[in-house]
C-alpha cells in the first residue's frame, strides 16, 4: 500500500549525501576498499597524508641502510650491481676508485636528501600520463590534480614495501646489501649480480608492490574518470609493458 503522506505531497525524497572520508580512512580503504577512497577524490583531492607516509618510511628506510651497512658498502655494491660499471671499479687505480665511490656516494645523498621532492616529480610525471590516457584516450572526465591525488594514493602500496626493506637491511649481510634491490618484493633481489643486464632490467621491473600501485592506479583513475574499471586498469598495464620493453631493449643494446 503506498504511503499516504507520501502521495499527497510533491516533495521528493531526500537525496543521501555521498559517504565522506577522514584523511586516516581514505588511506585505510586504499588497501581494503580502494574504491570508496577513489570516489572521494571527486569530493576532495587532498595528498598530504599519504604523501607524508611515504616519505617519512623513505626516510626511515634511508637512515637504518645507513647506519646497518655505511656508506662504503652501500656506495660500493650499489656500483657492483652494475656489470659495467663493477668492471671499471675493478680496473681502476685507488685513487680513480675513491673517486668513483665519491660520486656515487654523492648522486645517493643527494637522491636520499632530496626524497620529497623525488616523490613529487615522479608522481607528476605519472600523473600527467595518467590524465592524458583517462581524459583523451578513454575519453573519461578528468583532471589532472584529480589524477596527481590518483597517484599518489596509489603509491601507498610502495609504503609497505619501505617497512619491508627496513627489516631486510637488519637481516642481511652489510657487506652484500644492494641499496638498488632494497628487499624481496622484487624478482631480481634473488637473482645473481652477475646475471645479464637484460635480466637484471626486465626483473628488476617486476616488483610485487608496484605491480599492486599500477593496479591501484588504473583502477582508481577508472574510477575518478568515469570510466570502467576493467578499461583503466589495461590501458595502465598495456603502458606499464611497452616500457618495460623498451627499457629492457636498451639495456641489452648497450650491456
Not at 584523511?23 to 604523501?51: C, G, H, Y
Not at 643527494?110 to 584516450?137: E, K, Q, S
Not at 589524477?147 to 594514493?153: E, G
Amino acid at each position: 500500500m503506498p504511503d499516504t503522506a507520501s502521495a499527497l505531497t510533491d516533495t521528493p525524497e531526500p537525496i543521501p549525501e555521498p559517504q565522506t572520508l577522514s584523511q586516516v580512512e581514505r588511506v585505510v580503504d586504499t588497501f581494503i576498499e580502494p574504491s570508496k577512497t577513489f570516489a572521494d577524490i571527486k569530493r576532495n583531492r587532498s595528498w598530504w597524508l599519504p604523501f607524508l607516509i611515504i616519505v617519512v618510511l623513505g626516510y626511515v628506510f634511508c637512515f637504518v641502510a645507513v647506519q646497518h651497512v655505511g656508506w662504503e658498502s652501500l656506495t660500493t655494491n650499489v656500483l657492483k650491481s652494475n656489470p659495467r660499471n663493477a668492471e671499471k671499479l675493478e680496473k681502476a687505480t685507488p685513487a680513480e676508485q675513491a673517486q668513483m665511490l665519491a660520486v656515487t656516494k654523492g648522486f645517493m645523498e643527494g637522491f636520499m636528501v632530496g626524497t620529497p621532492v623525488v616523490v613529487l616529480a615522479l608522481n607528476a610525471l605519472f600523473a600527467v600520463l595518467l590524465w592524458a590516457g583517462f581524459a583523451f584516450v578513454l575519453g573519461g572526465s578528468t583532471t589532472f590534480g584529480e589524477m596527481f591525488a590518483v597517484s599518489i594514493l596509489a603509491s601507498l602500496p610502495n609504503a609497505l614495501n619501505s617497512l619491508i626493506a627496513i627489516v631486510t637491511v637488519f637481516a642481511s649481510d652489510p657487506q652484500g646489501y644492494n641499496l638498488n634491490l632494497p628487499s624481496p618484493a622484487n624478482l631480481a633481489y634473488f637473482l645473481s649480480p652477475d646475471s645479464a643486464a637484460w635480466l637484471l632490467s626486465l626483473t628488476k621491473s617486476l616488483d610485487i608492490f608496484s605491480l599492486w600501485s599500477l593496479a591501484l592506479a588504473g583502477f582508481g583513475g577508472a574510477i575518478v574518470s568515469r570510466v570502467k574499471p576493467l578499461r583503466g586498469i589495461v590501458l595502465v598495464f598495456v603502458v606499464w609493458i611497452l616500457y618495460v620493453l623498451v627499457k629492457t631493449g636498451i639495456t641489452a643494446a648497450f650491456s
